[in-house]
């Protein structure tokens, strides 16, 4: 799926950037080691694993961190604005914060496997909430197919809809 999704967004002329927290760069890695994606595609990313970076980087207003942690759908969104700041040239941002493993902010409402997907694509942001099991790398390699999937699905759908 991910090869798919790299030839879509290559078809469609289209350029993706990342900002990523509990996935540490590895989707940014991914969607770069695919055909001509380094040069077509991939504007590049940022990973803000640490608050202090989404604070004195990406500008993500501290008492938002602190009102719903760093791994919510509150900061998730906030990362992919201020993403679109940083890649201005960008078509796509996603932006990716979770409890990969446990020593984050994990609750019972919000276990560790917890991820949370914005796309900011065509001038909206598109939200997604994903619990993933397995251990740490799987997690990653299921969190990756799952962006493809969303993506192939977004932009198939704008395709679909902008036909006559």
């Known amino acids: 799926m991910l090869q798919h999704c790299c030839q879509l967004l290559e078809n469609l002329q289209l350029k993706i950037a990342f900002i990523e ?10 969607f770069s080691i695919h055909k001509n994606s380094g040069a077509d595609i991939l504007l590049g990313g940022l990973v803000s694993y640490d608050p202090s970076i989404k604070i004195s980087i990406l500008k993500v207003n501290p008492k938002l961190i602190e009102t719903y942690t760093a791994e919510s759908p509150q900061v998730t969104e906030e990362m992919c604005k201020r993403g679109q700041t940083l890649f201005p040239k960008a078509d796509i941002i996603v932006s990716c914060t979770g409890l ?40 990653l390699k299921t969190l990756t197919r799952k962006v493809s999937d969303t993506l192939i699905a977004l932009l198939t759908s704008e395709t679909q809809t902008a036909s006559p």
């Open 21 to 30: 927290s509990a996935s540490s760069g590895y989707l940014t890695s991914q």
């Open 100 to 139: 990969l493993k446990s020593g984050g902010s994990e609750t019972s409402e919000k276990p560790v496997g917890t991820f949370f997907i914005c796309i900011s694509y065509q001038e909206r942001i598109y939200h997604y909430h994903y619990f993933l099991s397995g251990h740490p790398e799987q997690k």
